[in-house]
Nanobody
């Protein structure tokens, strides 16, 4: 079974940047895609970005042009570069595969105004 561990979160001022990491381990045979999600305080989890094993990417409208998802090896590490951060980006960020496996603990991102 695949295990996912998110890291790289923190407290940053509006306009700042953070890079999140998603490390995969365990019984990995193949990963077709990795998705980043986030859950703002008091709200539902929402999709943020996707990268496929073929390098195709997609972004939610709310982060398009500010966030970049990337990987060197989708079966080991995926990154989410977040620039021009806004207070509304404050959330716990999670990564998962498609189809999804057990959720990790996520990493907290807090953007102060």
């Amino acid at each position: 079974q695949v295990q996912l561990v998110e890291s790289g979160g923190g407290l940053v001022q509006a306009g700042g940047s953070l890079r999140l990491s998603c490390a995969a381990s365990g019984s990995i045979f193949s990963i077709d895609a990795i998705l980043w999600y986030r859950q703002p305080p008091g709200k539902q989890r929402e999709w943020v970005a996707t990268i496929t094993s073929k390098g195709r990417t997609a972004y939610a409208d709310s982060v398009k042009g500010r966030f970049t998802i990337s990987t060197r090896n989708i079966e080991t590490m995926v990154y989410l570069q977040m620039n021009s951060l806004k207070p509304e980006d404050t959330a716990i960020y999670y990564c998962n595969t498609s189809p999804p496996v057990a959720w990790g603990q996520g990493t907290q991102v807090t953007v102060s105004s």
